[in-house]
């Protein structure tokens, strides 16, 4: 009998990958802080499911701060991380304290990013300077590979300007 190959096991190595990758996919982003949580359905089975209020501080924005509320799917299949939460969610951004725009700073750039789903969708904040009315503006959106979402919700923050 010939000895086996190892190549053998390469078709379901490839198949396995990445289901290994699954819970760093579905983890949050870094910079965010849960602030709070409502359980909005009894799960019988898992976690409820809920909505959940995060807060991100902008990474090159000084003093402001975003609030999304989104929906977490519970259940049994996001107690495992298996869920798709749904695309509705609410963002309210605010300066906590004098804002002051960093040198260079893009007129359009994404700050934040957060897995919705095992492998497919996440939620984006994205940062607009709107430099004629001196206003940051921010939009939350939902991505998917196989199509986008037509949910999304804004919200700005004044930026002041310098005493002359």
């Not at 804002?99 to 994404?110: C, G, K, R, Y």
Request: net charge positive; charged share 20%.
């Amino acid at each position: 009998m010939p000895p086996r190959r190892p190549r053998a096991l390469l078709p379901l190595a490839l198949l396995l990958a990445p289901l290994a990758a699954l819970p760093w996919l579905a983890m949050p982003a870094a910079a965010q802080t849960r602030v709070g949580e409502v359980s909005t359905t009894f799960r019988l089975v898992g976690p409820n499911d809920k909505v959940v209020v995060e807060r991100y501080d902008d990474p090159r924005v000084a003093n402001v701060s975003c609030y999304v509320s989104r929906a977490d799917t519970g259940g049994l299949s996001g107690w495992v991380g298996l869920a798709e939460d749904p695309s509705r969610f609410s963002i309210a951004c605010r300066a906590t304290g004098p804002v002051a725009l960093p040198a260079n700073l893009p007129q359009t750039e994404s700050v934040f990013r957060q897995s919705t789903s095992a492998l497919f969708k996440s939620l984006t904040v994205t940062r607009i300077h709107d430099r004629e009315k001196n206003v940051l503006v921010y939009l939350v959106t939902s991505t998917k590979v196989v199509d986008g979402s037509p949910f999304n919700s804004v919200t700005a923050v004044p930026v002041e300007a310098a005493p002359r």
